[in-house]
Each structure stands twice: as structure tokens, then as C-alpha cells.
């Protein structure tokens, strides 16, 4: 178990829906990563938050948004839902930004747009 | 842009058959090489991260090391349990990068028993 959690573990949903993600990081990390794992790609970079500040954003769509809260957890809204958006999306977190500091990934939650 | 390419994709050992996973990144300044397990429909395990070229870290059968261009996961006697996809990170330097890793698309390393 690494500490970090992420609801809901499954989810499916229908094209044009919306839905949220919930992460609670690993207790006292002030960094929070999103990543996406779909079958025919490996695991990319969505966004970063450091005590509720973006840092640093990757490949994610401007459909989807994050965001995180004083109380140090995230959520990953995402709209306009399509097909090709099915995925296992996963948040990580860490102790703080600078290098070298160990990621820990959650179980990740499944989303399923049919 | 950052790279990690992992070879092989595939690969298939005899219980106790001993081989090594290859990591070859391009990184515009590495702040640490990291290597996960991924077990199917699960969260990449931390195992390690290495820093500097000629670094070494051990954990029971596994042991990486990293060069300046490639990194490599010596897995000793496997064993069945040891079946799992494992994944190479790299984590740069850089006011853009932040702390993300990128990845690279896994080894999927089966033990027969």
C-alpha cells in the first residue's frame, strides 16, 4: 500500500458525460501528479500540483482540469467525455518538487466511456 | 524532449534463469533514473531511483545501475512472483519539467515456473 488514494476505482460513463477523480496524497506530501495508462500508450504526464499550485502540465487535454485543495488533496474533472478517453488514470504523490524525491502511485481509478 | 526507450518488450525466463532489463534515456539533465514494477490493473511500485552514473542499488533479486546513457535491471534466480511489467523513469532538470517522470513502455518480464 502506498499511502496514496484514489476514488472511485471504476467508473464508467457515457460519451459527452462529466466526471471527477479524487486523490488524497501519501499523509504529508505537498506534491500531486496525474498520469493517464491507456492500452496502446504507456503512462504520460497530465499535470503537477505543489501545495496547491500548478507546476508543471504535460499532454492533458482542455477538456480536462485539476486541481488542488488547502487540505492538500486533487481532483481531475474531466468533460466531454469520448471514447478514446478510457483509461486508467492514476495520481502519485511526493514529499516536495525538487529532484530526486520518490513518486508513489496510487491504484489508479478506471474509467470506461462507452 | 526527454526520452526512455526499454528493451525488450517482451520477455519470457525459466524459474531461476537470471537476465537484464535495458533502459536507454536522453534527458537534457538527469535528476534521478527510476525503475517500477507494475503488476496488471495496479499502480506502479516504487523500487528505485539512481542519481549518478556508476550508482548501484540492490533489493533482494533485482538489482540496478545506471550509465550516463542507459540504465539496466539485473534480476537474479527469478522467481514466478517476479512476473510483472517493469518501468524505466527518468526526471529532469528544468523550470518546465517540473517533477514529472517520464516513462518508458515497460518490459513485460514473465517467470515460468
Known amino acids: 500500500d502506498s499511502g496514496v488514494t484514489q476514488t472511485p476505482k471504476h467508473l464508467i460513463t457515457a460519451t459527452g458525460q462529466r466526471v471527477t477523480l479524487r486523490c488524497s496524497p501519501r499523509?504529508?506530501?505537498?506534491?500531486v501528479y496525474w498520469y493517464q495508462q491507456s492500452l496502446d500508450q504507456g503512462l504520460q504526464f497530465l499535470i503537477h500540483y505543489y501545495n496547491g499550485e500548478e507546476r508543471a502540465k504535460g499532454n492533458i487535454l482542455e477538456r480536462f482540469s485539476a486541481q488542488q485543495f488547502p487540505d492538500l488533496h486533487s481532483e481531475l474533472n474531466l468533460s466531454s467525455l469520448e471514447l478514446g478517453d478510457s483509461a486508467l488514470y492514476f495520481c502519485?504523490?511526493?514529499?516536495?518538487?525538487?529532484?530526486?524525491?520518490?513518486?508513489?502511485f496510487g491504484e489508479g481509478s478506471w474509467l470506461t466511456v462507452v | 524532449e526527454d526520452q526512455v526507450t526499454q528493451s525488450p518488450e517482451a520477455l519470457r525466463l525459466q524459474e531461476g534463469e537470471s537476465s537484464s532489463l535495458n533502459c536507454s534515456y536522453t534527458v537534457s539533465g538527469l535528476r534521478g533514473l527510476f525503475w517500477y514494477r507494475q503488476d496488471p490493473g495496479k499502480g506502479p511500485e516504487f523500487l528505485f531511483t539512481l542519481y549518478s552514473a556508476g550508482e548501484e542499488k540492490e533489493k533482494e533479486r533485482l538489482k540496478a545501475t545506471l550509465t550516463k546513457k542507459e540504465s539496466f535491471l539485473h534480476i537474479t534466480a527469478p522467481k514466478p512472483e517476479d512476473s510483472a511489467t517493469y518501468l524505466c523513469?527518468?526526471?529532469?532538470?528544468?523550470?518546465?519539467?517540473?517533477?514529472?517522470?517520464?516513462f518508458g513502455e515497460g518490459t513485460q518480464l514473465t517467470v515460468n515456473p
Open positions: 499523509s504529508g506530501d505537498l506534491s
Open positions: 523513469a527518468v526526471q529532469a532538470w528544468g523550470e518546465t519539467s517540473g517533477s514529472r517522470l517520464t
Open positions: 502519485a504523490s511526493s514529499s516536495r518538487t525538487g529532484g530526486g524525491n520518490t513518486i508513489y
